[in-house]
């Protein structure tokens, strides 16, 4: 079984406050879907591949304004001042 | 009650008018109990609809002008709320409009609301909102299927004429089967995901959710195609198919038919096989010999990349936010308090197998096993025009059933997700019954022949 503290340190990578109790179940499903990965094991080795055999789509670097919906896009912040959407003290 | 056509019919001879449909499928949705719509808008739906009446007076209207529809609520609509059923936008308004719901604003329909889901699309059951689930319109005891659970109940239920959904690793089919409705996952590319809340953006697909295979068509043909908001998506003409069951070569996955499958799913499944090849297709047995693995690959890479996508919920830019202590905590409370149990669960499955030291075990492993998968398939079609086979191994099952026990829930999309894995198109066909409970056929394509589905599935509609 994932260990209490693995949990733990994966949630903390994901940003994410959980509970005592929320420890303990993810430890619980992780395991038990981890424990199903495990068969990828048995699956044949192939050679690597690109991530994808199409052509990436090119445009050009053009500005496109989106300042019609700046008001829209700001108005959903939880906290701002003005035009500027406010962020905590990082230092 | 009415499909598009039909509508469309009674719209052109003037029977009624688009306010008159609209006003009946408004009193639908309050007298109902299945919790299919997180919300709608009375006034600016009747707004629509006269709208749509003054287009049809002038005679020059497109088929879905003055359609009532319903919109599923991870899909954009610009000014009405946008929650993905998740606590963390319960408030989120949308600032503007995805382009489907541009290309079905500009033939002119009426969206009526927007329709409940698993969180985030995560879910085969629809039990995952945070406002609670879909009731199956079927049997109320049981689920509506997921994630588009809300999109599937609200057609079959006639709250709606048509609906949109998004199918990541099933969830249009598996909610359209559950229900009893046609339900297309398009290929990928075929239509924009702009203006789509990301879940996994190499699987999402928007499509839609309808009465019958004719307006599923007419639906999908109003909304796909090339968009510049969306790089992936590609340049497509929905072109006529002469394809018919004469002559038609189906493929049947051996895979797909072992251990698991409901006995009574199976018989319909088959009975369903059997029409076609007594209408003349023929039958020929494929191996898709990677299948076994398709459920662990899907249910690594879907996760990693929601991991991903959903790291912009950060309680800064939008959504709920829990200013409490500093940065970190605002990050850690916002996240942990707003995203539901298992939204909660798929980050953590990505963020392990993305982490330093689990990445060639976990999501490089899963991106080998992909292209197994999509080979298996690319041989199949050398072989075959279609895929059939079931949509889930069971019919709706009971509220409550699995939501202890996540692998279980998970098991419910072994024969969907390789579609997403592959990018490949398929439909849910209503094929018949277990009891009261709708089962679907599904039909699968090689990639951009929506048309052949099509038209194969409306055959396959007048036989079953």
Redesign the interface.
Known sequence: MISKEEVQHIAKLARLELTEKEVEKMQKDLSAILDYFDLLKRAPKVKAQPASAKAPAWRGDEVISSYDIADELIGQAPDKKDDYIKVKNIF | MLTIRQAHEGLKNKEFTSVDLTKAYLEKIKKSDLNSFLGFNEEWAIEQAENADAKIKSGKFEILCGIPCAIKDAIMVEGQKCTAASKILEN??A??DATVIKKLKEQGVVILGKTNLDEFAMGGSGENSAFGPTKNPHDKTRVAGGSSSGSAASVAANEACFSLGSDTGGSIRLPSSFCGVTGLKPTYGAVSRYGLIAFGSSLDQIGPIAKNVKDAEIVFQAICGKD?MD??SADYNLEFSKASLKGLKIGIPKEYFVKGIDKEVEKIIKNAIKKAEDAGAEIIEISLK?S??A???Y??IAPSEA?ANL?RF????????V?DG???D????S???G?G?EV??R???G??AL?SGYYDA?YK?????R??IKQDFAKAFEKVDLIFCPVSPVPAIKMGERTND??SM?LMDIYTVSVNLAGLPALSLPAGKVENLPVGLQIIGNHFQENKIFAVAQEMEKVL
């Open positions: 989120y308004v600032p503007y510049k790089a992936t990677s076994e693995f459920l662990a690959c249910y690594i991991s790291a950060d309680g800064i830019r939008y959504g709920m936010s200013q500093n940065l970190l605002v990050y850690l409370k996240k942990g308090q995203f149990e909660k669960r980050i953590m499955i963020t392990y982490s976990y492993k899963a991106e080998e096993v292209q197994l996540p692998l998970y």
